[in-house]
């Protein structure tokens, strides 16, 4: 133990062509490189990482996990009397009118919808493509990824009339007859895709925790815990058949949520783009939203990330390195979602159908413009400030970068959505849209309950995935 | 390593094996505690209670005896008359399991021939308004009729011995057999007279003519047999006098069927922005003074030789309105006899001078038929004035009142309630408790006109018969036999009726040999047409015109930068007030302002850019005697120089509905002349601090240069423009139909905007009714909408109807994105919405292009047991959260097929007519079969002028539109 932890402080000291002069002999990895920097800083061994990792579950919680998950509670209360009162008293609660039917109900469906797919990228896409780094971050943002569908799947509920009947959506068996659900209606499609990437999602995240759940199952002392993960853990028992197995599924699990991560944003992106209204009517809409969602997912990753390496003390796991690769990966997707605004308007402007050049003008120029440039600046603009190092490896800068980014991808769907429909074909139709603070409440009760169940997330599971993370550490390459 | 492994392999044994220790003893082979047993017990207990549940059995008993002509379920239909104000509008009245729940119009009635107004529509509500008197009162505490009958008849012997002056104040009443039975009950006087009073008054008409023809009677305008209207300020669309007949005769005279090339134009001086004036084919946007001096100016040219005429010089005319009077006067002198000018003041000089005007163009006999209309047994506005003058001076011993309510809308309101507090016996016989009746001694409410019989000739020799459709809801009673019972006359009114009907009526007519074949036979119709009696030719009587000129010319406008000029019209709904407390009526967008639930204070762009007032800033109008706070609404079209205002609003004691909405502009009103007067007024408008927002149902005025509704001129339509629909290609297959198909063509050029439609649909279809705050926040619920649209500037406005019903598309846009499949298309093309299928994601509100279909956000108040009387019992009342539109009235084309399925014959073309269609009064809706290439919906789509609406999206909407064409 001891000798493992100083001796990687010798190799850092060491002059690098001292260190090429000890590679044959220190027996190291052969893919080991001095010039990749380590991942997992603090030169920590596998027992180390198991230590640090497992002892968050451990000791009971700290007062700022308490104030944090007093707070999300709150706004998780708050959301609660919303939904109680809109399904208590009617729709009518929100701002919504007879010219828009859709507004931050589908908002935040779609934005939260869209915070779910950096998880599945990350652990899916990232994983297939090898992307070592990834290991530090993929459990919680499969977390996240998850807790965001929920919240996202919440809301196409109870934006319904009449929610009590919400599973007439489903092709259930049914003794109605020939009555059966719509195929051609997108928000069916969504229902399968939403439906279809939670449970893959979920089945990833749980079958990448079997083996960690199983090393807090050896650690733990507490009884209740001792049970839930032993039950949770399949009885895994480490043995190289189980590792085997373990790893092959687990790779064919990635392949299979890699088109998911595609798909449900493209066919949430159909609600929209198979419509006929101005502004929605674009084929351009499944790769834009894609690159929006994931855009969307990174930034919302970046924003916890740093709040759980201050928070949980990971600052030697989620490294500067992490959030300027994370950032890497905003730039490019903030610079797709930049393109499809630009292309949105030439399109808009090149169509010489007046009514979608009326809508270009108008989410620039119209009533909601300030909502268009929140848009434009904190999405398109923000996410080119990656290109400076700098800002990518300041995690104050990365920090506020993020959250503006969230922010602005949540005002894209809402100028997606209210824009297009408050002036569409029939000037005399024309209205405006003011939301209520009943819908301000669902809003804020989803980030309670996003931020709530996250929280739990952290005392519950490990949050870093321990057994990915010893593959990647200097010590496991070393030995 | 191996040591570790070997110690974990251990604690998990031990750890299995103590689990399943416990759970053996916790397995049912151990026998049955107590406790589980008690649980076992509770559930099943439980478990049994529950499927016991369900609703409480109610048995729907058969009648033993069916009454006669009632099968449940089946609607009955009464011919009756319109009571809602004295144009007596012959309707058909629907009756279903004892209740009227619809107003229709009678096609066979001569004069509206089928059209009814919005108003009209609404009185199905105010039949069942919760807020009629449902006992007579004394003072304000209920009593019965025997009481207040003993105590009034007590009242009256006295005054009759001591020869006291006795009044009966109500409206104008076309009712030859109520104005008997006035009569009749004031005759036991030594000074009883009947008096009427019109808030909104039209004796100029009377008087003029008087003046001009010897008769004090409003005229007949007869719009169908003319070329050319000239109109200064008459809104006849809209409000004056009988506007369902002239819309009638004004669609008929500019209608293009039938090949027709040459039809009406319609030239309109106005100074506020009217229904009328939005249907001209040439607007000249004048100030009321200017309007007098066009009027003058006109005159002039038509009649060069009077000499009265040639000194005077057009000289505060600006120059556009001199051309335009200048050419409209060649053009009336080429059209005489086929032209006919109408003024909508109510200053006796300038009707004179208009009826100059018609008798020098030989209009009188043609256009214009002395044939006494409304008016003929009128009070003058100014006896009403006397009337008052009296009652202050303690001369009036009895003040009866009924139907009318002067402490609202008298122009000297406190005068009227000082006058009232002076008289000994004040009655009441109005049917709620309102301003008046609050005032009044005893209050004995009138049974509304679908409860009573009455009858109506509001054209002399046109009589129709009111028939009561239902029993008194409340404990009222017919005004008239209230006051037979007065009289000491015990019968019944019915009995009146019948024999003043035989006794007068009935000689006049060689149909029918016995009276009770005249009868029944004018019953089931519901009016009856005397021979008209030859048109006698009077001669103007030019004695009055010099005084008249010498008048008109000098009055002056709007000389202080800081007055303007104030006009007082009236709304297509609310009229004179006396509609306030219907919610129908209250939530009808104005067909102009699109404002629901308030009056306003309309001023022109120019005067409110100049004085830096926007849309809603409350200002405070005042002419010195009152002054009212109102919201300013900027009304494109209007004159710089005025300021118009509704009357009808500010009512204090309408009701729940009514009170406190607006403000009440009567006390703006000005006696001059012995008339009382709506413009000419001089009043100053300050800005305040606060705003209000509008309810309003289009806040967007223009067409942002897509053409919507469009419109052509008649040049363009003679030179021919042929159809130039394109079929797009589809993807989807078509729909087959194999034997309907539903549709609608809508002639934009008969549409006058009047908004019958959407009041007649609201009735039908039991559209809720949501609240101003509700319509601020865009959620009106009206299936059927009347667009409109301004085009063009201020002095050259254009304005454009368009009313949008659901389209019943093909390609329906909101089929293929409901989830649930509650939106479907049926096999007759209808677009049909299954309300308990709905889940309510609104996905197809979003994606209609023609934003047809309303949502129920919230469940709308359905609480009070009387108004929910007046229900269709064939049309669901839908929950919240569902998606609800037009549904082409499904209830009536099932009924259609299902008579004609009883009776084995096909369905006929125009057999089916939905709510919007059956009482336009400018016919501008059909429905019909596509299928059936000779029907006429199917004859009107192939017209040139037929285009759909947003045809580019390919949609293929069952409704279609024929352009409008201005001349």
């Known amino acids: 133990m001891a000798v493992s932890v100083t001796q990687p402080e010798v190799l850092a000291t060491a002059k690098p062509e001292a260190v090429a002069d000890l590679l044959p002999s220190n027996g190291l990895h052969p893919v080991y490189s001095e010039l990749r920097k380590p991942l997992i800083l603090g030169n920590k061994s596998n027992a180390d990482v198991t230590r640090d990792i497992c002892q968050l579950l451990e000791p009971k919680p700290g007062l700022g996990w308490w104030i944090s998950l007093s707070v999300s509670l709150v706004l998780l209360i708050i959301g609660v009397v919303a939904t109680v009162h809109t399904v208590n008293t009617g729709i009518g609660t929100w701002g919504l009118n007879k010219t828009i039917g859709w507004a931050f109900d589908i908002t935040n469906f779609v934005f939260w919808i869209g915070i779910g797919h950096a998880g599945t990228f990350i652990s899916a896409i990232l994983f297939l493509f090898n992307q070592k780094w990834r290991t530090s971050v993929n459990r919680s943002a499969e977390a996240m990824t998850l807790i965001a569908v929920m919240c996202a799947g919440l809301f196409p509920i109870i934006h319904m009339g009449r929610p009590w009947l919400f599973y007439w959506v489903l092709p259930y068996p049914n003794t109605r007859g020939t009555l059966w659900v719509n195929f051609r209606s997108p928000l069916l499609w969504d229902f399968f895709a939403i439906s279809t990437y939670f449970t893959i999602s979920a089945v990833f995240w749980y079958l990448g925790l079997v083996p960690d759940l199983a090393t807090a199952r050896d650690r733990t002392k507490s009884r209740l815990r001792r049970v839930l993960y032993r039950v949770m853990s399949l009885g895994w028992n480490g043995s190289n058949r189980t590792w085997s197995r373990y790893e092959t599924v687990y790779a064919v699990l990635a392949a299979l949520a890699t088109p998911l991560v595609l798909s449900v944003h493209s066919i949430v992106s159909f609600d929209f783009a198979t419509s006929l209204i101005p502004g929605w009517h674009s084929t351009i809409f499944p790769p834009y939203f894609v690159a929006g969602a994931v855009f969307s997912g990174f930034a919302m990753v970046m924003t916890l990330m740093i709040l759980v390496r201050k928070l949980m003390h990971l600052e030697d796991y989620i490294t500067p390195q992490h959030l300027e690769n994370m950032c890497k990966v905003a730039l490019l997707t903030g610079s797709i979602v930049g393109l499809a605004y630009i292309t949105e308007i030439f399109i808009g402007l090149y169509s010489g159908n007046p009514n979608e050049i009326f809508v270009i003008i108008n989410r620039g120029l119209g009533p909601y413009a300030w909502a268009y440039w929140i848009m434009f600046g904190c999405n398109a603009l923000v996410s080119q400030l990656f290109w400076f190092k700098k800002l990518r490896t300041s995690i104050p800068a990365i920090f506020v970068l993020s959250i503006l980014i969230n922010v602005g991808m949540w005002f894209e769907r809402f100028v997606i959505i209210v824009t297009s429909l408050h002036r569409d074909f029939l000037p005399s139709s024309w209205a405006m849209y003011t939301p209520t603070i009943t819908e301000v409440g669902l809003l804020v009760g989803s980030f309670g309950l996003f931020f709530t169940a996250f929280l739990i997330f952290l005392r519950l599971f490990p949050v870093i995935s321990i057994n990915e993370v010893k593959g990647v550490l200097k010590y496991a390459k070393q030995h | ?967």
């Open chain 2, 1 to 967: 390593m191996s040591n570790q492994q070997k110690r974990w392999k251990q604690f998990l044994a031990a750890e299995n094996d103590g689990e399943q220790l416990e759970y053996s003893a916790k397995s049912p082979i151990a026998g049955v505690s107590r406790r589980t047993f008690l649980e076992v017990l509770g559930y099943s207990t439980v478990a049994v209670t529950l499927t016991g549940c369900r609703a409480p059995e109610q048995k729907i008993v058969p009648y033993l005896r069916e009454p006669v002509e009632f099968t449940p379920g089946v609607a009955s239909w009464f011919a009756s008359t319109c009571g809602g104000c004295s144009a007596a509008c012959g309707t058909l009245v629907k009756v279903r399991d004892g209740r009227p729940i619809k107003l229709e119009g009678n096609p066979d009635h001569p004069l509206s021939e089928g059209g009814l107004c919005a108003v009209a529509h609404g009185m199905i509500f105010g039949l069942y308004d919760p807020d009629r008197l449902r006992s007579p009162m004394r003072g304000s505490q209920p009593a019965t009729w025997e009481e207040i009958d003993d105590e009034i008849l007590g009242k009256l012997s006295a005054i009759k011995k001591s020869g006291g002056k006795v009044r009966i104040l109500t409206a104008p009443l076309s009712s030859p057999a109520s104005r008997k039975t006035i009569q009749t009950f004031l005759a036991q006087f030594t000074d009883g007279k009947h008096i009427t009073y019109q808030p909104v008054s039209n004796d100029a008409i009377r008087q003029a003519h008087l003046r001009s023809h010897g008769i004090a009677a409003i005229p007949q305008y007869r719009l169908e047999k003319a070329k050319l209207v000239v109109s200064f300020g008459a809104d006849f669309l809209g409000t004056w006098i009988m506007p369902v007949q002239f819309t009638r005769g004004y669609a008929k005279t500019r209608s293009l069927t039938e090949g027709r090339r040459e039809i009406l134009r319609h030239v309109q001086f106005e100074s506020i922005m009217s229904l009328t004036g939005s249907n001209a084919d040439k607007r000249i946007r004048v100030s009321p003074h200017e309007k007098t001096q066009a009027l003058l100016y006109l005159a002039r040219l038509i009649a060069p030789s009077t000499d009265l005429l040639n000194a005077y010089e057009p000289r505060q005319l600006s120059v556009q309105t001199q051309e335009a009077v200048e050419e409209l006067s060649r053009e009336l002198l080429s059209a005489q006899g086929e032209s006919l000018i109408v003024s909508g003041s109510n200053a006796p000089d300038s009707q004179y001078l208009t009826n100059f005007i018609n008798d020098q163009l030989g209009n009188y006999g043609k256009t214009i038929e002395l044939t006494p209309t409304l008016g003929r047994e009128q009070s003058s506005d100014a006896e009403m004035v006397e009337l008052v003058q009296q009652m202050n001076t303690g001369e009036i011993a009895a003040l009866i009142v009924c139907g009318v309510n002067p402490v609202y809308d008298y122009f000297e309101s406190q005068k009227f309630v000082d006058a009232l507090k002076a008289v000994p016996l004040r009655v009441s016989l109005n049917s709620a408790l309102d301003e008046t009746s609050s005032l009044a001694d005893y209050v004995c409410p009138q049974n509304h006109f679908l409860e009573s019989w009455d009858d109506a000739e509001a054209v002399q020799g046109t009589l129709g018969i009111n028939q009561p459709t239902i029993a008194p809801l409340f404990q009222t009673r017919a005004f008239q036999e209230t006051l037979m019972r007065w009289s000491g006359d015990q019968r019944s009114f019915y009995e009146v009726l019948r024999n003043t009907w035989r006794e007068e009526h009935f000689p006049q007519q060689n149909q029918f040999a016995t009276f009770e074949g005249f009868w029944d036979a004018t019953l089931q119709k519901g009016v009856f047409s005397l021979q008209q009696p030859a048109n006698v030719s009077i001669t103007f009587k030019p004695d009055t015109l010099s005084g008249a000129i010498g008048r008109l010319q000098s009055t002056s406008g709007v000389n202080s930068a800081n007055e303007l000029d104030l006009v007082l019209y009236q709304t297509t709904s609310l009229r004179d007030g006396r509609f306030a407390n219907n919610p129908w009526l209250q939530e009808l967008p104005d067909p102009l302002t699109k404002i629901t639930w308030d009056n306003y204070a309309c001023v022109s762009q120019r005067y409110a850019a100049m004085n830096g007032l926007e849309e809603g800033r409350v200002v405070r109008i005042s002419n010195g005697a009152a002054t009212i706070e109102l919201p300013v609404h900027i009304q494109p079209g209007q004159h710089d120089d005025v300021v118009a205002i509704a009357l009808g609003y500010g009512r204090s004691k309408a009701g729940k509905a009514g009170s406190g909405i607006g403000a009440n502009a009567f006390p703006f009103v000005a006696f001059v002349d012995g008339s009382f007067r709506y413009s000419h007024l001089r009043v100053t408008l300050v800005p305040t601090a606060s705003k209000v927002e509008f309810a309003q149902t289009q806040i967007k005025d223009s067409q942002e240069g897509r053409r919507l509704a469009r419109e052509l001129t008649l040049t363009e339509y003679v030179k021919g423009t042929e159809s130039h629909h394109e079929e797009h290609a589809s993807l989807w297959s078509p729909h087959d139909y194999p034997e309907h198909k539903w549709g609608i063509a809508v002639d934009l050029n008969a549409c006058v905007g009047c908004n019958a439609c959407v009041i007649s649909c609201q009735a039908e279809n039991n559209i809720p009714v949501v609240g101003k705050d509700e319509v601020r926040r865009s959620r009106d619920m009206h299936w059927l909408r009347v667009d409109r649209y301004f085009e063009g500037d201020r002095d050259n406005l254009r304005v454009n109807y368009q009313p949008l019903m659901c389209a019943q598309c093909d390609n329906a846009s909101c089929e293929s994105v409901c989830p649930v499949l509650a939106t479907v298309h049926s096999s007759e093309g209808l677009n049909m919405q299954v309300y308990n299928r709905c889940v309510g994601t609104r996905y197809c509100e979003n994606n209609c292009p023609y934003k047809v279909r309303r949502f129920n956000w919230f469940t709308y108040a359905r609480d009070d047991a009387v108004a929910n009387l007046a229900l269709n019992p064939d049309v669901t009342v839908r929950s919240r959260g569902v998606m609800e539109k037009c549904t082409f009235c499904v209830q009536r084309i099932e009924e259609a097929k299902i008579n004609a399925r009883n009776e084995g014959r096909p369905i006929n073309d125009g057999e089916i007519q939905p709510a919007c269609q059956q009482s336009c009064p400018s016919q501008a809706i059909i429905f019909g079969d596509l299928r059936d290439v000779k029907s006429r919906v199917a004859q009107m789509k192939k017209s040139g002028r037929n285009y759909t609406l947003l045809d580019e999206l390919n949609l293929r909407p069952a409704v279609s539109y024929l352009a409008k064409v201005r001349n």
